[in-house]
Structure formats: structure tokens, C-alpha cells
């Protein structure tokens, strides 16, 4: 073995023994665990010493020292009533104490001595309307705060938060964001987006962390969501929902369909059974069936096996006229969790959340030949065990085995040697009939895709004293990524014939489905110190890839395949280690009032299904000047995408129930993935994906949060954002290199850059009676690319011109009804409630409108699509009940 290859190879023996030691020594359910400190003191303001503090109905509890300090650690998040009780003394218990997830919640008492014995004295606790102590924007979201607003899903509350555009977060491209359901990641390797829907039925506690964030996140650059699920129960509790629902259309003219009201478009049941099984153990068994039907249809005037004479313009339908939703849905999904808390200090849990789904995306082209169009069918599960294990009164680990997986199909027939392929062909329209939809045949892209990923997780925390806790620990992620075709089908002439011929694994030309095996680890530690007068949060993060592939080792001979040019082999793939610091401060400048400053480097590999799709430099064999394209080659070689984030902010409780949030932000974007044109030694040229795209970010955030207007709370986000880049997609300057124009590399506004975004919402709360919502979502126009005439080449400098601004506004409303032992509800949802049809959508390049084009000739397909617009009105009516 070469020099090179033992320090290579001995340089991963360490990285991975160094991650793989961490994550056994670190584990401590992160993500889902926080801690609760304060002083106790009595009526003379003196600290008292050996105070039982304890949370009611748990085993966590803690005493006060000597300066009447007390921490309870390793709290689920949660809502709790906090006990207080020492002899001599009143007892006090503070209810509606609330937790949340890797945070601090500060909670001082007084008590009163009292020689003889007491009625117990009862307060509810009082969260500030801004938590001084948090050194990043980030928003914690509780089970009732998620259920008093008009989402269903875990989707829906992410994209109603400060920053968040359509999933990016403040600025960044789509795939930036890790998503954890209870500490543990459960993105996708192929596209680093979540392999699950979460429904609010399963959430207790929902994270959305939109700046910087600690160093025990990594794999990605722009954000963290954290869904903390429910637990089981001590006793037995059943609850369920179940809601019924359509499209209510205004001006069907304009939006180009029928407006009659379909009850049935939608349709949800959910069913969550919790208790005790055994002694000291819980469960949660929670399962949800979900239906949905577009509101566009189509009419099956024709099938696939139809023949119509496409040169005299006849057509011959076969079809029975049904008329059918474009688009359908249904899917199952739910989770199951067993705890068990039998040994000493010790919690065991196994869970499970899963979906699986049978879908077909609207296609209107197909509207009159529905069954050519694919469907996608979906399997996805993310289960493992947790075991949480208190070492002392100040220290505790968690350890995370996972297995997530994921399995995706896109196509009409499983089979590509099924029959129906032959009988029926390509999919076909007549230019000169209803726009060239589809009268006959099938879609004949297939595509699979499934990744298998197998990862443990650990942490340590320590806490050193009353204010500094340490915490260290690693991950490691071993994932096997498959995607392709499987199974190509192509028209070629065979014998004189034109014949549907089936290309099944046939590299480099049909590749097929193949697989990949990376490996993905980091170890980390931080520290946090919490003094009255200052908050730190100071960590390091190792970051180490390994994507286990090989490259051409001369870029200029890629197949090895050009005569007299110096020889070029198959060389592995280098490892990558990246180091990177994150530091946040915050400290109080008077009493209701706190700035922070953060500051990270964030690294990320780019997403598995990118980087080694058309990675067989084979291709390349016959690569010649002048030659055909073969596409944007992939490279498993790539370097990590890196952003520096920078944030400052100002935080203010004007009164008990009124807060103000500014935070100020920057992004420094780098690394990202984009392409290069490598000349060969035959003066050819190909592209392939390399780190030379770039970008940046500024804005800032407002937050303005009233609690209590009389009966009314009020809550407002808005933010202003400007992001740039060269570049919004890895392909981009390949595709306008292709279209004759110019590929240098120049800054431009992201396809997603939203200069402004305001969320308000107006709710109503009368406890155990009823509760109302309204959510108001405004936002200034997308870019979009300005042309002048009709035809190919004639836009303008990209993204110069700006779309229209669009308002949505959803609804909700909802009374409690008690019947005997069960509590119900009846609630009643409205989504666009204005029934507006445009909301950052499709505008013709030639008005900057989603209404009229300037050549409605050449726009003609484009301006009889319906689908072109927003989602119409949408009304749901539903029950809840528990028991």
C-alpha cells in the first residue's frame, strides 16, 4: 500500500474511532430534554437551604444549597407543576411551568415560614413574553399553541415562523435545514429533505431554530426543526380527530373550472391510544389515515391503448367520459413508543413514526387521458431505541440507535417489461386538439429511489456548577442510497421497425438503479455558563465525510479513453474534515431587556443524489470537440458547502405580556455546489458539479408578541431579506451555457429571495370553552426573468423583475362540548379564506401577471392551465375527543 494510502487510511481509523467513542460516551436524549433552575428564598429575601423542589406526577426533583439555588436536569419538554415544600415552611406549587427542548427555564419562588401546617398555596407561572436568555432566534411551540392555530402539520408551523420562505431558511437553498424528530435527524441522504410528515397529533413540542445554532447540530447551514413527540401515560387516555373537507371556488371563469362544492376532496381520521402496559412502562400507539382529491379534474374521454390519426387530425376515444381528480392522495401513517423506566435511574424507549402513501401529482397535459399519467407510491420509517441513564445528581447520558428508511417509486407499471408499455407507447397530443394534451399512450420515465440509513447519537452532560454545563458527544450515519431507473424504456429502430426496446442495467449509457455507501460523522462539545448577568453558548464541532467512490484522477482524460494523452485511473475519493466554532452571548442591559450576539461556521455535504448522479465517467469514452452533451457529470469528490452566519439582536418585555424581538442577520454563502467546464486533451469540453457557486444573505426580523388583549393575543413576525448568488440551482450555469448564454459567474437575486414576509395572527382563548384563529400571511413579490420578445433567448438580465404580492388568510375556530367522561370539540378550518389566486406562483415573463401574457399565442398551453394558480378556498370541518 502507498504512503498515501496507510495515512489515509489510518487518518479514518482515528476520525470514526473518535466519533464512534463519542456517541457511546455521549447520550442523552437531545433534542428532547431541558433543565429547570432558580432560587428559593423566604419572605425576608434570605436564600433557604434543603428546599424539596420536585415536578408533580415525575421523579425529577432537586434540593436548594446553601444560596437557596436549585437545577432539575434532564426534563422532557413538557408543561409541569413545579412543588415546593420544606418543614417550617408553606407549601407553594407553581402550575403551567413550562419546559422546553435543550433550554433553560428560570423559575424563582418565595416562601413563607409558617410554624404549624398550612393550606398548600397555588400559583400559576408566567412565561415572559421574550426569553432574555436565548442567544439565538429560535421558537418553541407547544401542543396547545400548535392546536390553536390553523395547521395540520408539522410543514404548516415551520413555514408560519420569522424568516421561513417556502421551506428556505433566510435565504439559503431548500435542502439547508435539518429535520429531527427527538434529536435524531431523519433527513434523507438523497436530497437532505424529511423522509416524514408529522401530523399534530403526534407533537408535543415543535422547535424551529432559524439563525445560528449549537454544535451539536451539523448537516446543515440554515436552520433546525425539532418535533418532539408525545409520550405514553400512566393511565389509559384515548383521543382521536377526524375532519371532512372541499374547495370552494370564486370566480371559476378565472381560475378556468367548474366551482361546485366537493364535501369529500379531503378526509382525515387519527386515533391515539396511551397507558400503562406493565409496571413502570408506557406506551403510545397512534395512527392516522388521510385522503385528498384535487380540485382540478380531467375526463377520461381517452386510454392509453387509444390510436387516434394523428396526421389528418382524427381522434378515436375509447374512454367511459368519467370525470376524475388529476391529482390524489392517500396515505397512512402514525407512530408507536414503549418507555420503560423499571432500573434505577434508567429510561428505555423504542419508537417508531412511519407514512406510507399512494399519490398521483396533477398533470394537466394528461387531463384527458388521466390513467397515462405515473403515480408515486412511498414507504418511509424512522425507529430505534433510546436509552437515557442518570450517572449522578449532575450528570446523565442518552444513546440514539436509529434505522431510517425510505423507498420511493415513480412510474405507470412496476414492470418495465409489462406489456401495457408495448400496447400503448409514448404519451401523445395532437397540437391542434385542446392544446396537445395527452389522447393516448404513457409516461415512460421510471424512477426508484431508497435509502437505508443506519446512525447512533450520543451525548454527556455535565452539570459543573449551578451556572456552566458542559456537554460533549458524536454522531455517526451509515447510509446505502439507491436511485435510478429501473429499467429504461427507448424507441429504436429494429429491423426497419420502430420498436419499444428495454435497457436494464446497461452502464454507462442505462446506469440503472445503483447504490452508495458514504459514512457521515461529527463529534462535538459545548459549554454553556448562565449567570443572571450574561448567558454563553460556546462549542466545537469535527465534522468528517467519506463519500467511498472513486474519480478520474486526470479531469482532462475522464474515460482514459483519449490516444497519446497521459494515462488517467480510478482513484478514491478523499475524506473531508471540517472543524467549525459556534459562540453565542447574551446578557441583560436592565431588567426586561437583553441583547445577544451569534456567530458559526456551518459546513454540509451536498446531497447524496446530487453528487453522484451521472458520476460514471464512462460516458465520456467518446467525448469529442463539437461533440453531443452528455449533461452535468457528478463528482463524489466535492468539498463540504460551507456558511458563516452572523446575528445581533435586541429583546424586550415592555410589560408582563407584551415582548418586541429584533434580530439583525448576515450569511456569507460559499462552497456551494455549481459547475465547471473541464477541457479535455482533445480540446472537448464537459461540465461536472464542483464548490464554485456562492451566495450571501442580510436581513432582519421583527417579532411583536401580546399575550393578553383583554380576551386577545396578538402576534406578529415580519421579516425583510435580501438574498444573492450566482446561482439558484447546481445546474444553472450549465443550462444557460447550453442556451448560447454567457456562464461567467454574476450575482443575481435567488429564485426565492422575498424582500418582505409578514405573519400576523389574532387569537382567542377561553380555556375548556372555545378558541379562535386568524392567520395573516402577506409577501412581496419572488423574482422572476423579464423577456421582450416572444421566442427562445430573450430575457432580460435573470431575475430583474419582481412578481406581484400576494395575501393569504386562513381560519380557524373551534368549541369544546363536554359529554359525561369525554371531552369533544367541534372546530371549523378555513384556508384562503379570500380565495386569492395568486401567491408567489407562475408569471408570464412577458407582464410580470399570472393573468395575461403579451403573446397569447405562443402562451396559449400556459394561459388554459389551471393549475398555473394558487390553491382555491378551502373549508374542513372536524371533531376531537378525549377520554
Same mark, same amino acid.
Given at each position: 500500500?502507498?504512503?498515501?494510502?496507510?495515512?489515509?487510511?489510518?487518518?479514518?481509523?482515528?476520525?470514526?474511532?473518535?466519533?464512534?467513542? /463519542?456517541?457511546?460516551?455521549?447520550?442523552?436524549?437531545?433534542?428532547?430534554? &431541558?433543565?429547570?433552575?432558580?432560587?428559593?428564598?423566604?419572605?425576608?429575601? @434570605?436564600?433557604?437551604?434543603?428546599?424539596?423542589?420536585?415536578?408533580?406526577?415525575?421523579?425529577?426533583?432537586?434540593?436548594?444549597?446553601?444560596?437557596?439555588?436549585?437545577?432539575?436536569?434532564?426534563?422532557?419538554?413538557?408543561?409541569?407543576?413545579?412543588?415546593?415544600?420544606?418543614?417550617?415552611?408553606?407549601?407553594?406549587?407553581?402550575?403551567?411551568?413550562?419546559?422546553?427542548?435543550?433550554?433553560?427555564?428560570?423559575?424563582?419562588?418565595?416562601?413563607?415560614?409558617?410554624?404549624?401546617?398550612?393550606?398548600?398555596?397555588?400559583?400559576?407561572?408566567?412565561?415572559?413574553?421574550?426569553?432574555?436568555?436565548?442567544?439565538?432566534?429560535?421558537?418553541?411551540?407547544?401542543?396547545?399553541?400548535?392546536?390553536?392555530?390553523?395547521?395540520?402539520?408539522?410543514?404548516?408551523?415551520?413555514?408560519?415562523?420569522?424568516?421561513?420562505?417556502? &421551506?428556505?431558511?433566510?435565504?439559503?437553498?431548500?435542502?439547508?435545514?435539518?429535520?429531527?424528530?427527538?434529536?435524531?435527524?431523519?433527513?434523507?441522504?438523497?436530497?437532505?429533505?424529511?423522509?416524514?410528515?408529522?401530523?399534530?397529533?403526534?407533537?408535543?413540542?415543535?422547535?424551529?431554530?432559524?439563525?445560528?445554532?449549537?454544535?451539536?447540530?451539523?448537516?446543515?447551514?440554515?436552520?433546525?426543526?425539532?418535533?418532539?413527540?408525545?409520550?405514553?401515560?400512566?393511565?389509559?387516555?384515548?383521543?382521536?380527530?377526524?375532519?371532512?373537507?372541499?374547495?370552494?371556488?370564486?370566480?371559476?371563469?378565472?381560475?378556468?373550472?367548474?366551482?361546485?362544492?366537493?364535501?369529500?376532496?379531503?378526509?382525515?381520521?387519527?386515533?391515539?391510544?396511551?397507558?400503562?402496559?406493565?409496571?413502570?412502562?408506557?406506551?403510545?400507539?397512534?395512527?392516522?389515515?388521510?385522503?385528498?382529491?384535487?380540485?382540478?379534474?380531467? %375526463?377520461?374521454?381517452?386510454?392509453?391503448?387509444?390510436?387516434?390519426?394523428?396526421?389528418?387530425?382524427?381522434?378515436?376515444?375509447?374512454?367511459?367520459?368519467?370525470?376524475?381528480?388529476? /391529482?390524489?392522495?392517500?396515505?397512512?401513517?402514525?407512530?408507536?413508543?414503549?418507555?420503560?423506566?423499571?432500573?434505577?435511574?434508567?429510561?428505555?424507549?423504542?419508537?417508531?413514526?412511519?407514512?406510507?402513501?399512494? %399519490?398521483?401529482?396533477?398533470?394537466?397535459?394528461? $387531463?384527458?387521458?388521466?390513467?397515462?399519467?405515473?403515480?408515486?407510491?412511498?414507504?418511509?420509517?424512522?425507529?430505534?431505541?433510546?436509552?437515557?441513564?442518570?450517572?449522578?445528581?449532575?450528570?446523565?447520558?442518552?444513546?440514539?440507535?436509529?434505522?431510517?428508511?425510505?423507498?420511493?417509486?415513480?412510474?405507470?407499471?412496476?414492470?418495465?417489461?409489462?406489456?401495457?408499455?408495448?400496447?400503448?407507447?409514448?404519451?401523445?397530443?395532437?397540437?391542434?386538439?385542446?392544446?396537445?394534451?395527452?389522447?393516448?399512450?404513457?409516461?415512460?420515465?421510471?424512477?426508484?429511489?431508497?435509502?437505508?440509513?443506519?446512525?447512533?447519537?450520543?451525548?454527556?452532560?455535565?452539570?459543573?456548577?449551578?451556572?456552566?454545563?458542559?456537554?460533549?458527544?458524536?454522531?455517526?450515519?451509515?447510509?446505502?442510497?439507491?436511485?435510478?431507473?429501473? &429499467?429504461?424504456?427507448?424507441?429504436?429502430?429494429?429491423?426497419?421497425?420502430?420498436?419499444?426496446? $428495454?435497457?436494464?442495467?446497461?452502464?454507462?449509457?442505462?446506469?440503472?438503479?445503483?447504490?452508495?455507501?458514504?459514512?457521515?460523522?461529527?463529534?462535538?462539545?459545548?459549554?454553556?455558563?448562565?449567570?443572571?448577568?450574561?448567558?454563553?453558548?460556546?462549542?466545537?464541532?469535527?465534522?468528517?465525510?467519506?463519500?467511498?467512490?472513486?474519480?478520474?484522477?486526470?479531469?482532462?482524460?475522464?474515460?482514459?479513453?483519449?490516444?497519446?494523452?497521459?494515462?488517467?485511473?480510478?482513484?478514491?475519493? %478523499?475524506?473531508?474534515?471540517?472543524?467549525?466554532?459556534?459562540?453565542?452571548?447574551?446578557?441583560?442591559?436592565?431588567?426586561?431587556?437583553?441583547?445577544?450576539?451569534?456567530?458559526?461556521?456551518?459546513?454540509?455535504?451536498?446531497?447524496?443524489?446530487?453528487?453522484?448522479?451521472?458520476?460514471?465517467?464512462?460516458?465520456?469514452?467518446?467525448?469529442?470537440?463539437?461533440?453531443?452533451?452528455?449533461?452535468?457529470?457528478?463528482?463524489?469528490?466535492?468539498?463540504?458547502?460551507?456558511?458563516?452566519?452572523?446575528?445581533?439582536?435586541?429583546?424586550?418585555?415592555?410589560?408582563?405580556?407584551?415582548?418586541?424581538?429584533?434580530?439583525?442577520?448576515?450569511?456569507?454563502? $460559499?462552497?456551494?455546489?455549481?459547475?465547471?467546464?473541464?477541457?479535455?486533451?482533445?480540446?472537448?469540453?464537459?461540465?461536472?458539479?464542483?464548490?464554485?457557486?456562492?451566495?450571501?444573505?442580510?436581513?432582519?426580523?421583527?417579532?411583536?408578541?401580546?399575550?393578553?388583549?383583554?380576551?386577545?393575543?396578538?402576534?406578529?413576525?415580519?421579516?425583510?431579506?435580501?438574498?444573492?448568488?450566482?446561482?439558484?440551482?447546481?445546474? @444553472?450555469?450549465?443550462?444557460?451555457?447550453?442556451?448560447?448564454?454567457?456562464?461567467?459567474?454574476?450575482?443575481?437575486?435567488?429564485?426565492?429571495?422575498?424582500?418582505?414576509?409578514?405573519?400576523?395572527?389574532?387569537?382567542?382563548?377561553?380555556?375548556?370553552?372555545?378558541?379562535?384563529?386568524?392567520?395573516?400571511?402577506?409577501?412581496?413579490?419572488?423574482?422572476?426573468?423579464?423577456?421582450? @420578445?416572444?421566442?427562445?433567448?430573450?430575457?432580460?438580465?435573470?431575475?430583474?423583475?419582481?412578481?406581484?404580492?400576494?395575501?393569504?388568510?386562513?381560519?380557524? &375556530?373551534?368549541?369544546?362540548?363536554?359529554?359525561?367522561?369525554?371531552?369533544?370539540?367541534?372546530?371549523?378550518?378555513?384556508?384562503?379564506?379570500?380565495?386569492?389566486?395568486?401567491?408567489?406562483?407562475?408569471?408570464?415573463?412577458?407582464?410580470?401577471?399570472?393573468?395575461?401574457?403579451?403573446?397569447?399565442?405562443?402562451?396559449?398551453?400556459?394561459?388554459?392551465?389551471?393549475?398555473?394558480?394558487?390553491?382555491?378556498?378551502?373549508?374542513?370541518?372536524?371533531?376531537?375527543?378525549?377520554?
Amino acid at each position: 500500500m502507498s504512503c498515501r494510502g496507510v495515512v489515509r487510511r489510518a487518518t479514518d481509523c482515528c476520525l470514526l474511532l473518535l466519533a464512534l467513542l /463519542g456517541v457511546i460516551a455521549e447520550s442523552a436524549d437531545a433534542g428532547t430534554t &431541558g433543565k429547570i433552575t432558580g432560587r428559593v428564598i423566604n419572605d425576608k429575601k @434570605e436564600p433557604v437551604l434543603a428546599v424539596t423542589c420536585f415536578l408533580e406526577g415525575t421523579r425529577f426533583g432537586a434540593y436548594t444549597n446553601e444560596q437557596g439555588q436549585y437545577t432539575i436536569l434532564n426534563v422532557p419538554a413538557g408543561t409541569y407543576t413545579l412543588r415546593f415544600q420544606r418543614v417550617g415552611y408553606t407549601v407553594k406549587a407553581i402550575q403551567g411551568v413550562r419546559v422546553s427542548s435543550d433550554q433553560t427555564t428560570t423559575q424563582d419562588v418565595v416562601i413563607t415560614e409558617s410554624a404549624i401546617q398550612m393550606q398548600e398555596v397555588v400559583v400559576t407561572a408566567e412565561r415572559p413574553p421574550v426569553e432574555l436568555g436565548v442567544t439565538s432566534s429560535q421558537v418553541s411551540l407547544t401542543e396547545k399553541e400548535i392546536q390553536s392555530l390553523p395547521v395540520q402539520e408539522l410543514s404548516d408551523v415551520v413555514n408560519l415562523q420569522a424568516g421561513v420562505v417556502d &421551506g428556505h431558511f433566510r435565504g439559503g437553498r431548500k435542502d439547508e435545514v435539518q429535520y429531527q424528530v427527538d434529536g435524531v435527524t431523519v433527513n434523507n441522504a438523497y436530497d437532505n429533505s424529511s423522509s416524514l410528515r408529522l401530523d399534530r397529533s403526534l407533537l408535543q413540542e415543535v422547535q424551529v431554530i432559524s439563525g445560528t445554532f449549537d454544535a451539536e447540530y451539523g448537516q446543515a447551514m440554515s436552520g433546525v426543526v425539532n418535533a418532539v413527540l408525545k409520550q405514553g401515560t400512566e393511565k389509559f387516555h384515548l383521543e382521536g380527530e377526524g375532519y371532512l373537507g372541499g374547495f370552494l371556488l370564486s370566480d371559476s371563469d378565472v381560475r378556468l373550472v367548474a366551482d361546485e362544492f366537493q364535501p369529500d376532496n379531503l378526509a382525515s381520521l387519527q386515533l391515539t391510544l396511551t397507558g400503562p402496559v406493565l409496571k413502570n412502562t408506557v406506551f403510545l400507539l397512534s395512527g392516522r389515515y388521510y385522503h385528498f382529491e384535487d380540485y382540478v379534474q380531467g %375526463s377520461r374521454l381517452f386510454v392509453p391503448t387509444d390510436s387516434s390519426d394523428f396526421e389528418n387530425g382524427i381522434q378515436y376515444p375509447t374512454g367511459d367520459g368519467e370525470a376524475v381528480s388529476l /391529482g390524489y392522495a392517500d396515505e397512512f401513517g402514525g407512530a408507536a413508543k414503549l418507555t420503560n423506566t423499571s432500573l434505577h435511574n434508567t429510561r428505555l424507549n423504542y419508537q417508531a413514526v412511519w407514512n406510507a402513501s399512494d %399519490s398521483k401529482r396533477t398533470n394537466y397535459a394528461y $387531463r384527458l387521458n388521466p390513467d397515462g399519467a405515473p403515480t408515486q407510491q412511498t414507504f418511509s420509517i424512522s425507529h430505534g431505541l433510546d436509552w437515557n441513564q442518570i450517572l449522578s445528581k449532575t450528570t446523565y447520558f442518552d444513546l440514539s440507535l436509529r434505522q431510517n428508511y425510505f423507498d420511493y417509486h415513480d412510474y405507470v407499471y412496476e414492470d418495465v417489461f409489462d406489456s401495457r408499455y408495448d400496447a400503448a407507447g409514448p404519451a401523445r397530443g395532437d397540437p391542434g386538439f385542446e392544446d396537445g394534451a395527452f389522447i393516448q399512450g404513457v409516461e415512460l420515465n421510471r424512477f426508484t429511489q431508497k435509502t437505508n440509513m443506519f446512525l447512533v447519537k450520543g451525548s454527556v452532560v455535565n452539570q459543573v456548577n449551578p451556572i456552566v454545563q458542559f456537554k460533549a458527544g458524536a454522531e455517526a450515519q451509515f447510509p446505502a442510497v439507491s436511485f435510478g431507473s429501473p &429499467g429504461t424504456l427507448v424507441y429504436t429502430i429494429v429491423d426497419g421497425v420502430q420498436t419499444l426496446v $428495454r435497457h436494464v442495467n446497461e452502464p454507462p449509457d442505462y446506469p440503472g438503479v445503483k447504490t452508495y455507501h458514504p459514512v457521515i460523522a461529527a463529534t462535538f462539545a459545548q459549554a454553556v455558563v448562565e449567570k443572571p448577568t450574561l448567558t454563553l453558548r460556546g462549542g466545537l464541532r469535527l465534522d468528517y465525510f467519506d463519500a467511498r467512490s472513486t474519480v478520474p484522477s486526470d479531469p482532462a482524460n475522464p474515460a482514459n479513453s483519449i490516444d497519446g494523452a497521459p494515462p488517467s485511473e480510478q482513484v478514491p475519493t %478523499s475524506t473531508k474534515v471540517k472543524l467549525a466554532p459556534r459562540l453565542g452571548i447574551a446578557f441583560p442591559i436592565e431588567k426586561k431587556a437583553a441583547v445577544h450576539f451569534a456567530y458559526g461556521h456551518f459546513y454540509q455535504y451536498p446531497a447524496i443524489g446530487i453528487i453522484f448522479n451521472n458520476s460514471d465517467y464512462a460516458v465520456l469514452s467518446e467525448l469529442q470537440s463539437g461533440g453531443v452533451s452528455y449533461g452535468v457529470l457528478g463528482n463524489p469528490d466535492v468539498e463540504p458547502e460551507k456558511t458563516i452566519q452572523y446575528e445581533m439582536g435586541y429583546k424586550h418585555a415592555l410589560n408582563a405580556n407584551l415582548g418586541v424581538d429584533l434580530t439583525v442577520f448576515y450569511k456569507d454563502i $460559499r462552497n456551494l455546489l455549481g459547475v465547471e467546464f473541464v477541457q479535455t486533451y482533445n480540446d472537448a469540453e464537459y461540465a461536472r458539479l464542483t464548490n464554485v457557486d456562492f451566495g450571501d444573505a442580510v436581513g432582519f426580523t421583527l417579532a411583536i408578541d401580546h399575550r393578553k388583549l383583554g380576551p386577545v393575543a396578538v402576534a406578529l413576525d415580519y421579516t425583510w431579506m435580501e438574498a444573492l448568488g450566482n446561482s439558484s440551482d447546481p445546474r @444553472e450555469t450549465a443550462t444557460r451555457a447550453e442556451a448560447g448564454e454567457d456562464p461567467r459567474p454574476r450575482l443575481a437575486y435567488f429564485n426565492w429571495d422575498q424582500r418582505h414576509k409578514l405573519d400576523f395572527t389574532v387569537s382567542m382563548v377561553r380555556q375548556d370553552d372555545y378558541s379562535a384563529s386568524i392567520v395573516l400571511r402577506a409577501a412581496s413579490g419572488q423574482p422572476y426573468t423579464p423577456v421582450l @420578445e416572444a421566442g427562445f433567448g430573450n430575457g432580460q438580465e435573470p431575475n430583474s423583475g419582481r412578481k406581484p404580492s400576494g395575501l393569504v388568510i386562513d381560519m380557524r &375556530g373551534e368549541k369544546t362540548v363536554r359529554v359525561k367522561n369525554t371531552n369533544m370539540s367541534v372546530y371549523a378550518r378555513v384556508y384562503n379564506l379570500l380565495d386569492s389566486k395568486f401567491f408567489n406562483g407562475l408569471v408570464f415573463n412577458s407582464t410580470g401577471s399570472p393573468y395575461y401574457s403579451r403573446f397569447p399565442e405562443a402562451d396559449e398551453v400556459t394561459l388554459n392551465d389551471p393549475t398555473r394558480f394558487y390553491a382555491p378556498r378551502r373549508i374542513e370541518l372536524g371533531i376531537t375527543f378525549g377520554m
